[in-house]
Structure formats: structure tokens, C-alpha cells
């Protein structure tokens, strides 16, 4: 199964607002509502920032927020910080066959 | 504090084996199913292995499968990935994590395998 398409990188100024896409197939983002999303900064493991499409984990800061139309979901980060430097990917969970499905990833920078 | 380390990591021949481990703490690891996901050099995240609480269901992706074993031992906390037939593009670093019900979390710090003559 073929990764998610994300942008290779999406910059921002602080206190902006940034949209990364993640566009998928009907078999796999359009299918269900399990989207997820990671956060990687350089040289350390990802971090859970969304599941369900919309949903943050306790601990999760409420600038990070998700959404989905069709076979593309979506994360913003709104109200851009410099700690928001890093990568993301978004997941697909496919059941069985290819359990989970992830995004080519997007280097977000922060101007 | 919820905790998983990797180890076992290194350097190997193209053909070789190896096998990596990840020990889990702060958590009833026996209720958890677990996987491994790796990400090569400079590239994106590949999910890899998936194994069910009570070892009744295993998954792996096609670039692994029938190369690779996953596996669990409950008593002593662990996962473990033996991987054989090692290739080039197998160089990675590897991270367990463990699954929380359609999403991943947390993740360990990673081990890193690299294989080349």
C-alpha cells in the first residue's frame, strides 16, 4: 500500500496559522475517521498529537487541531511557536492488510 | 511514567540477522498489543510488525514478511523483532510502540540498524 501524499514542507511565521495535508484513497483516509498524527523533532521518536481525525491526547497543546474531507485530512497548527519546528506525519489505519499507513511526512519551519 | 527502550541495534552484513528487543515499563505491558515501525535515513515513518496482547494475531507489511519475526514475552515485559536476511534498504532505525487502539503511543527512543558489508 502506497504512503499518504503530504507536502515536503510547509514554513510559517510565528503566530501564524499552518495547514498540512494528507491525501490518501477511498480504500484508506476516506474509509473510516482513523487518522492520526505524529510529531517528530530532529533525532528524537515521534510524538502522538492526534487520533481520530480531530482528537488530542491529554497533553496535547489546542493549537494543534485535525479535520478530514473525502480523502484528505488535515492538521493546523495555529499560533506558529518555534517549538513547532519539526516533522509531521499523518497515519492511516487500514486494519489487517497493511495495519497502519503513514504520510510521506511535511518539514514544518518556523521563519 | 510509561516507558519503552530498544536495544540490540548495530552493524550487520547484508544476509545477516539480528535481533532487537524492546523492554516496556509503567504499564501493564500482557493487555497491550504492540509494533514496530522503522524509519531509514533521511525518510518517512513504515510501519513493519504488529502483534496482538495475547499473541493470537501477528501482521507484518509486505516488505518484511517471511523475513522477519515478531514476538513477545509477556513475564519479562519484552518485545522482540528477529529480523533475518538482512538488505541494504533494512538500514533504519527501528522504534517499538505500542498500540493505543488505532493510533501509536508512545514510542521508544529507537535502536538503530545498519546493514552493509
Known amino acids: 500500500q502506497s504512503a499518504l501524499t503530504q507536502p515536503a514542507s510547509v514554513s510559517g511565521s510565528p503566530g501564524q496559522s499552518i495547514t498540512i495535508s494528507c491525501t490518501g484513497t477511498s480504500s484508506d483516509v476516506g474509509s473510516n475517521n482513523l487518522v492520526s498524527w505524529y510529531q517528530q523533532h530532529p533525532g528524537k521518536a515521534p510524538k502522538f498529537i492526534i487520533y481520530e481525525v480531530n482528537k488530542r491526547p491529554s497533553g496535547v497543546s489546542n493549537r494543534f487541531s485535525g479535520s478530514k474531507s473525502g480523502n484528505t485530512a488535515s492538521l493546523t497548527i495555529s499560533g506558529l511557536q518555534a517549538e513547532d519546528e519539526g516533522d509531521y506525519y499523518c497515519c492511516s489505519y487500514g486494519g489487517s492488510r497493511n495495519i497502519y499507513v503513514f504520510g510521506t511526512g511535511t518539514k514544518v519551519t518556523v521563519l | 511514567e510509561v516507558q519503552l527502550v530498544e536495544s540490540g541495534g548495530g552493524l550487520v552484513q547484508p544476509g545477516g540477522s539480528l535481533r532487537l528487543s524492546c523492554a516496556a515499563s509503567?504499564?501493564?505491558?500482557?493487555?497491550?498489543?504492540m509494533n514496530w515501525v522503522r524509519q531509514a535515513p533521511g525518510k518517512g515513518l513504515e510501519w513493519i510488525s504488529y502483534?496482538?496482547?495475547?499473541?493470537?494475531?501477528?501482521y507484518y507489511a509486505d516488505s518484511v514478511k517471511g523475513r522477519f519475526t515478531i514476538s513477545r514475552d509477556n513475564a519479562k515485559n519484552s518485545l522482540y523483532l528477529q529480523m533475518n536476511s538482512l538488505r541494504d534498504e533494512d538500514t533504519a532505525v527501528y522504534y517499538c510502540?505500542?498500540?493505543?487502539?488505532?493510533?501509536?503511543?508512545?514510542w521508544g527512543q529507537g535502536t538503530l540498524v545498519t546493514v552493509s558489508s
Open positions: 510502540a505500542r498500540e493505543g487502539n488505532v493510533w501509536l503511543d508512545p
Open positions: 502483534i496482538s496482547s495475547v499473541i493470537s494475531t501477528i
Open positions: 509503567g504499564f501493564t505491558f500482557s493487555t497491550y498489543s
